[in-house]
Every structure is written in C-alpha cells, then in structure tokens.
C-alpha cells in the first residue's frame, strides 16, 4: 500500500506561481511512475505531468514551459511548480503513482486561479 497526501493548494492570481507537494509513504519502492491529474468542475480528470522512477518527465501540452514536476528521493515527495497560472488552470489537483499492480491516488487539493 502507498498512502499520498497532497499540500500546497489555494487561490492565486492569474499569472502567479504555486507550488503543489506530494507526500508519499508505505511501499513506495513499487512505484515506477508518479503523475499529477486535474479535475475541473463538470470534467473528466486529466493528466498533468509525469515523473518515471528513473527521473523521466512528461507533461501535457497546455503546462509545457509553466509546470514542473519533481521528485525528492530523500524526502520521499513530489512536487509540482506552477508558473502562469491561468483560470483555465484552476480544478482539484491529484496525486498520482503507479505500481505494475495498480495506481495510487492521494485526496486532491484545490487550486483557484483568479483572472
């Protein structure tokens, strides 16, 4: 079992930065891959940004050059750095990590984007 618990969430103003934190514990040495996901209200959750266990990145075409998604292997978090944020920008975020047996989601923490 892997228990995630997200931090960092709140209201910020269009064009300014926030930093999401994931904090993970338990069988973490299963996971191969760890993701953030946003929900907007009356949407589907969708992939935000990647990270492999061997530090490979991925991220959506709508954060590309504004998020970055990182991992502390020590403090066992990962973390993502929003910059420019935009309304569009603004749902639950969720963290995210998968093992080869099944995925892994934390409780989700709100971002509002004011325009």
């Known amino acids: 079992q892997v228990q995630l618990v997200e931090s960092g969430g709140g209201l910020v103003q269009a064009g300014g930065s926030l930093r999401l934190s994931c904090a993970a514990s338990g069988s973490i040495f299963s996971i191969t891959t760890w993701g953030w996901h946003r929900q907007a209200p009356g949407k589907l959750r969708d992939l935000v940004a990647t990270i492999t266990s061997g530090g490979s990145t991925n991220y959506v075409d709508s954060v590309k050059g504004r998020f970055t998604i990182s991992r502390d292997i020590a403090k066992n978090t990962v973390d993502l750095h929003m910059n420019s944020l935009k309304p569009e920008d603004a749902a639950v975020y969720y963290c995210?990590?998968?093992?080869?047996?099944?995925?892994?989601w934390g409780q989700g923490t709100q971002v509002t984007v004011s325009s």
């Open positions: 995210y990590a998968s093992s080869s047996r099944r995925n892994y």
